[in-house]
């Protein structure tokens, strides 16, 4: 016996869910605010990246909606119905439409590889005039950053002179147990001899630039650069282990008066707190404490 067909009103019902679903779920993607927006560049690197992604998109769009609406209208033109008995006209080759669906792709992308190739060396060049250059030592799970030329190290936190490019030399060093030697470039340039074992990281601050990853025995390279004094959210992009979510970073970018300002402070001895003051309990418990 046949297996009823299911009714008009139940398939409208199940397309009507799943139209709904879509949205809602399309909908939680929207953040009018979000910090971490690529779709939002601060910068003239992360500017190149948004001025090639946008024509890319649109290029897709609208191939996505020539075929796809193909589909679906020869799919709903030659259906099948109800007492069509006959086999429709056979068609094998169309010269003329398989040449023009094969010359049309490859103009495509052609149109799309010259910008995107040239944006990949433009991006990957080491800017020419006043640069500022910062090593970057992705560990499980922070970041460090070094400023070779300033004496000044950090902790999830790079700051930099507006409009000025930073070259980020992106290195990957390990938990810091294994006293092993690794043998890339961060050794020679940065001097950091025992890096020991770690796995890829990822550098991602979306406003600014793209992402790269940071992988062990290998130096990678970053140019990125702010427009605008602010705050600018990043993160690793590249799963590395139970502490991840958490391997998060900040850019604050500052006026180059205020950036001067700030690396004197860093280069200034620290002040010894007072004894007995709540500083001083924190420093001792961090300097004697059991997880030193």
């Known amino acids: 016996m046949p297996l009823p067909r299911p009714s008009r009103t139940l398939t409208r019902t199940l397309l009507g869910a799943g139209a709904l679903i879509a949205l809602v779920v399309l909908a939680a993607a ?9 779709l939002k560049p601060a910068g003239p690197y992360a500017q190149k990246i ?40 056979q068609v094998h080759g169309n010269q003329r439409l398989e040449i023009a669906w094969t010359i049309v792709p490859a103009i495509l992308l052609v ?13 990957a060049a080491k800017p020419s005039g006043r640069v500022l250059d910062v090593n970057v030592i992705g560990h499980q799970w922070w ?6 030329g300033l004496g000044v190290t950090t902790a999830n936190v790079l700051h930099i002179p507006v409009g000025e490019p930073v070259y980020a030399s ?46 062990p025995g290998r130096t990678n ?23 991840h979510a958490y391997m ?3 850019v604050v970018a500052q006026t180059p008066a205020d950036f001067d300002a700030w690396v004197r402070q860093q280069q200034a001895d620290a002040v010894t707190p007072p004894q007995g003051s709540l500083a001083a309990t924190g420093l001792n ?4 404490g059991a997880c030193i």
């Open 30 to 38: 929207c953040a009018p605010h979000a910090t971490q927006d690529t």
């Open 50 to 89: 948004d001025n090639l992604f946008r024509p890319v998109f649109w290029i897709a769009v609208a191939v996505f909606v020539v075929v796809e609406g193909m589909l679906v209208y020869l799919a709903v033109r030659y259906r099948h119905r109800k007492g069509r008995r006959e086999i429709p006209p």
């Open 111 to 123: 149109g799309v590889a010259i910008p995107t190739v040239s944006g990949i060396y433009a991006l």
């Open 143 to 148: 970041w460090e950053f070094d400023y070779p």
């Open 170 to 215: 992106l290195c990957a060093a390990g938990l810091g147990y294994h006293l092993q030697v690794a043998p890339n470039a961060c050794q020679e340039q940065g001097g950091y001899g025992n890096v020991g074992d770690d796995v890829i990281h990822s550098f991602w601050v979306p406003r600014l630039a793209g992402k790269q990853d940071v992988v």
């Open 221 to 243: 390279h970053l140019v990125l650069q702010a427009d605008q004094p602010g705050t600018y959210t990043g993160q690793c992009a590249e799963f590395c282990g139970l502490s």
């Open 248 to 250: 998060r970073l900040e």
């Open 285 to 288: 418990e961090f300097l004697n």
